[in-house]
C-alpha cells in the first residue's frame, strides 16, 4: 500500500453545497492543527472496500484547522461520490493522506486565469483564496450545466475577483472556450480543471501558447491511458538498487509487474493521476502515459509514473 502517511479526520459539517455537490468540512479528530496544503492541492480519501479517491481543498490555505472538500456525485460513481453522499455525518472519521498536490499554482505568475467546468471548481477555489489574500490579478471563467449546479459561488463572490459564470441552460449551449483562451492577457498563465471535453477544448486552444502557461488537472483518466499502443510488445525494465531485472508485457503496466515480483512501490489511483507511484529514471526513454508531469518534466526524463507509463526504448532503468 501507499506509504503516504495517514491523517485521522473526523466530519465537523456536511451540507449540500449545489445540485448533486456536497461540501464536507474536515478537522483534526485530536483537535489540533492540521498539516499545511498549497492550493490545488488533494486528500486522498480511504473509503470501504479498500477504496481510495482524491479530493481536492477548497478552503484558504492559510487555515489550519480544517479542511473542506466539494465532492460531486459522479454519475457513474464506482462507489466513491454516492457512498460519501449517503453515509456522511457529522463526527465520523475518514482516514486521508496528507495533503499531496499535482496541480501547483505558480507564485510567480503575473496574474491568473481559473477555468472551471463543474466540479472541477474546486481546487480552483483555494487557488483564488491563494491569488486573494495575495493581491494576485485573477479571474475565473465557471461553466456548469446549470446555474444550481455551481459550487462554492459563495465563496467565490467574496473573493473579488472577476468571475464569469457561464450556465449551458442559460446561454443557449457550451462556453466558447476558443474565444475564452484567445482572450487571454499575455502575462496571465491558465488553470484549468474541469470535464474531458472542456480540458481537451482549452488544450486544442492553446496549443500554441508557450511551455508553462497552461495547467490542467484531471480527476479521471481518459479509457485509453493504459491501452498499449500497436507495436507494444513490451519491454525489459532493469531495477539498479536491487539488481533485478523485470519483463512487462503489452498488457500489464510496470506497477503490476513490480508488484508480481514482491516489490513494494507506493500507489494510490493506479491512473496516472495522483503522482503516488513516481519513480526515478536513470537509463532508457519513457512513454509517459500520466496526467501529473509537465511538459517539462516529460522531457527531462527523470521520473516516471510505473502505474500508466510505459517505455519507447526498448529498456528502462529504474531507480529500484
Ligand atoms: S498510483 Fe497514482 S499516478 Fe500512479
Known amino acids: 500500500m501507499s506509504a503516504v502517511s495517514r491523517l485521522d479526520l473526523q466530519v465537523a459539517s456536511v451540507g449540500a453545497e449545489a445540485l448533486d455537490v456536497m461540501r464536507i468540512e474536515l478537522v483534526a479528530a485530536d483537535g489540533g492543527a492540521l498539516p499545511a496544503f498549497e492550493p490545488g492541492a488533494h486528500l486522498a480519501v480511504d473509503l470501504p472496500e479498500g477504496m481510495t479517491r482524491h479530493y481536492s481543498i477548497v478552503n484558504d490555505n492559510r487555515e489550519r484547522h480544517r479542511y473542506v472538500l466539494g465532492v460531486g456525485l459522479a454519475r457513474d460513481s464506482r462507489g466513491g461520490s454516492s457512498y460519501l453522499h449517503r453515509q456522511m455525518r ?30 472541477g471548481v474546486t481546487p480552483l477555489v ?17 461553466a456548469a450545466r446549470s446555474r444550481q449546479r455551481m459550487a462554492f459561488g459563495d465563496d467565490l463572490r467574496q473573493l473579488g475577483g472577476a468571475l464569469r459564470l457561464h450556465a449551458d441552460d442559460e446561454h443557449g449551449g457550451a462556453l466558447d472556450v476558443a474565444a ?30 508557450p511551455d508553462g502557461v497552461l495547467h490542467f488537472e484531471w480527476f479521471n483518466a481518459p479509457p485509453q491511458a493504459q491501452t498499449p499502443e500497436r507495436g507494444d510488445d513490451g519491454f525489459w525494465v532493469d531495477l539498479r538498487r536491487s539488481n533485478d531485472a ?39 526513454e519513457p512513454d509517459h502515459r500520466d496526467y501529473v508531469l509537465a511538459p517539462s518534466e516529460r522531457a527531462s526524463r527523470g521520473t516516471m509514473m510505473v502505474c500508466v507509463s510505459r517505455a519507447v526504448s526498448q529498456r528502462l532503468v529504474l531507480d529500484l
Open 126 to 142: 483555494s487557488m483564488a483564496h491563494w491569488c486573494a489574500a495575495r493581491h494576485k490579478p485573477w479571474r475565473m471563467v465557471y
Open 180 to 209: 475564452l483562451v484567445q482572450s487571454r492577457a499575455p502575462d496571465e498563465q491558465i488553470y484549468c480543471c474541469g470535464p474531458a471535453a472542456l480540458m481537451d477544448a482549452v488544450a486544442a486552444a492553446g496549443s500554441a501558447l
Open 90 to 119: 457529522c463526527g465520523m472519521r475518514l482516514s486521508c493522506s496528507a495533503p499531496a498536490n499535482n496541480f501547483r499554482l505558480d507564485p510567480h505568475a503575473a496574474s491568473v486565469l481559473l477555468i472551471a467546468g463543474g466540479i
Open 246 to 284: 523485470v519483463f512487462v508485457p503489452p498488457d500489464r503496466s510496470v506497477l503490476e509487474v513490480l508488484e508480481q515480483h514482491g516489490y513494494e512501490v507506493p500507489f494510490s489511483c493506479r491512473e496516472g493521476l495522483c503522482g503516488t507511484c513516481e519513480t526515478p529514471v536513470c537509463e532508457g
